[in-house]
């Protein structure tokens, strides 16, 4: 027998499915009015900026003088302590001086002799006693043992070696009795002033270039009286306590690196900077008036490496813009092209954000920029 179902019946079923329907819209309402990300942003800022560079470098000795014997003998003394300072001029070695003393007072002799023939033969030409040829060679005799004299003083003097500059003195090479000649190959000893002190750094000549076209449009204004002035970072990590003054580069590259030298003079008077230490010197280059930085943690690169960040615009969509960098400025980038000062950068969030989608911008917390930009490291220009 076929059931027949009761008016009622047919009713509840549309009432469940409509009931179903407004269930589902209200869902999509709910979901379409989910709230737009927060992300935390950097305003840029543009700012006067002392651009510097930091160069690896080599200090070097200021004067050395490597202490040789001017005449052959046995040593007798030695008259320093290793390792001390001496002056200009101090005694270092006694040589035996009695062959040379010897040799003196043959010459003083000599000198006398001829020197009393000369004035015999002058006294005698007047009376025509002499001809003037024999008067000529007592002359030329009296000179020749005055020269004679005199060689024979300095031979004595160079019996005590004495220190030819001021400075440090190192280890000695050689001991009382041993025999030392003149011109030997072997030193002595070695002085070396360690005050002031020479920086040798090099630099790339593209670099070099680039400041100089830079410093001619007006991108870079010069320092001042200041602009030669050189700061001294340890290998260790510490900083120099003295400033240093940029002296002068090279007229010729190194054709193998394309480098120019720089050279940088310090002051030394505690001895604590040594020939042959690795150091780094920062230059001051110039002054970009409207500097626009950027925090590293903002910028990201693709798979061509091209850098890129996240601006959000006035009605607080955000877009990807690509960008210039220059260089690492502390632990920011500096920009020369892509964004301009007032924009607002993503720093916090960046993996919640799309090209085109709204968000809440909110000031960043992980922005802590260094004012004093006291270390500067090159970076390649993209």
Not at 83 to 93: A, F, N, R
Not at 181 to 198: C, E, F, K, R, W
Not at 251 to 272: I, M, Q, W, Y
Not at 355 to 361: E, H, K, P, Q, R
Request: hydrophobic content about 40%; some cysteine; aromatic content about 4%.
């Amino acid at each position: 027998m076929r059931q027949i179902r009761s008016p009622r019946a047919l009713r509840v079923i549309p009432l469940t499915a409509l009931m179903l329907v407004t269930g589902c819209g209200e869902k999509e309402q709910v979901s379409s009015a989910t709230p737009p990300p927060d992300v935390g942003v950097y305003t840029v800022r543009a700012q006067a900026l002392t651009l510097t560079t930091d160069l690896p470098g080599r200090t070097s000795a200021f004067r050395v003088a490597e202490v040789r014997p001017q005449v052959s003998g046995i040593l007798q003394k030695r008259s320093f302590v290793e390792g001390t300072e001496v002056k200009l001029g101090q005694q270092l070695y006694q040589i035996d001086p009695r062959t040379y003393e010897a040799q003196l007072r043959r010459a003083e002799a000599n000198r006398t002799s001829a020197q009393n023939l000369a004035r015999r033969y002058e006294t005698l030409l007047k009376t025509k006693a002499v001809s003037k040829q024999q008067y000529d060679d007592a002359l030329a005799a009296w000179k020749q043992a005055e020269a004679d004299y005199q060689v024979a003083r300095i031979d004595v003097q160079y019996t005590r070696v004495l220190s030819p500059i001021s400075g440090r003195i190192g280890r000695s090479t050689v001991t009382e009795g041993a025999l030392v000649t003149n011109g030997q190959a072997q030193s002595l000893a070695t002085v070396t002033q360690l005050d002031p002190i020479y920086v040798d750094v090099t630099q790339p000549i593209t670099k070099l270039l680039g400041l100089q076209k830079a410093l001619e449009s007006g991108g870079l204004q010069k320092t001042g009286e200041n602009q030669a002035e050189v700061s001294l970072t340890l290998d260790d990590g510490s900083a120099y306590p003295l400033p240093g003054t940029l002296k002068f580069s090279e007229v010729s590259v190194d054709p193998t690196t394309g480098s120019v030298t720089l050279r940088a003079e310090f002051p030394n008077p505690n001895r604590k900077l040594l020939p042959g230490m690795f150091v780094h010197a920062l230059l001051k280059e110039g002054v970009r008036n409207a500097a626009i930085l950027v925090p590293q943690q903002a910028i990201s690169r693709d798979t061509r490496g091209v850098p890129s960040v996240w601006v959000v615009k006035a009605d607080n969509t955000v877009e990807s813009r690509e960008i210039q960098t220059l260089r690492t400025v502390g632990n920011a980038w500096l920009i020369s092209k892509g964004v301009t000062e007032g924009e607002r950068i993503v720093t916090e969030g960046v993996q919640r954000v799309r090209s085109g989608i709204a968000v809440n911008a909110v000031e960043a917390n992980n922005v802590n920029l260094v004012d004093g930009f006291a270390a500067i490291t090159e970076a390649s220009a993209n």
